[in-house]
């Protein structure tokens, strides 16, 4: 199989087309073209238009992402507060406190909650409840429930 030779002014050229780039000559060494002078900004343009679709799409879909993330964790720090105040709630009531003292101490440690206390038998049940708090999604509701028995036995 014989081997085709190109003739230099061939080999080092590319034809015109519509992108003013394409017209530069070509590096032998690696097929590229060489870009110097006038053209030099036209490839930075070029070049510089895959920045910009990850300016525009992906840096605010990570934002939106990141946003979720972070509105997780504080609706799973705020469910956290709102057991410890169900369980403080319960127990103030299983001493003898009146119910609006269950109340008074969920809306302390949490604001915008609120307490229903259900006695049965031997037990004291607190069930706290409050919005989630997540900036985008005010419909969640977070609820936590603590029972202590009455009198401490």
Do not use: K, W
């Amino acid at each position: 199989m014989s081997e085709t030779v190109l003739p230099e002014s061939v080999a080092t050229t590319r034809p015109p087309d519509t992108n003013p780039a394409a017209a530069l000559p070509m590096d032998a060494r690696d097929g590229f073209a060489t870009v110097t002078g006038e053209y030099a900004a036209v490839t930075s343009l070029v070049s510089g238009s895959l920045t910009s679709t990850v300016a525009a799409v992906a840096l605010p879909a990570v934002a939106l992402v990141l946003l979720f993330g972070m509105g997780a964790l504080a609706a799973g720090a705020r469910h956290v507060r709102l057991q410890d105040a169900a369980a403080d709630a319960a127990r103030l009531v299983a001493r003898g406190e009146p119910d609006a003292a269950a109340s008074d101490v969920v809306g302390r440690a949490v604001p915008g909650g609120s307490a229903v206390v259900n006695g049965s038998g031997d037990l004291v049940c607190v069930t706290a409840s409050a919005p989630a708090g997540i900036a985008l999604v005010q419909l969640v509701q977070l609820s936590a429930t603590s029972c202590a028995l009455v009198g401490g036995r």
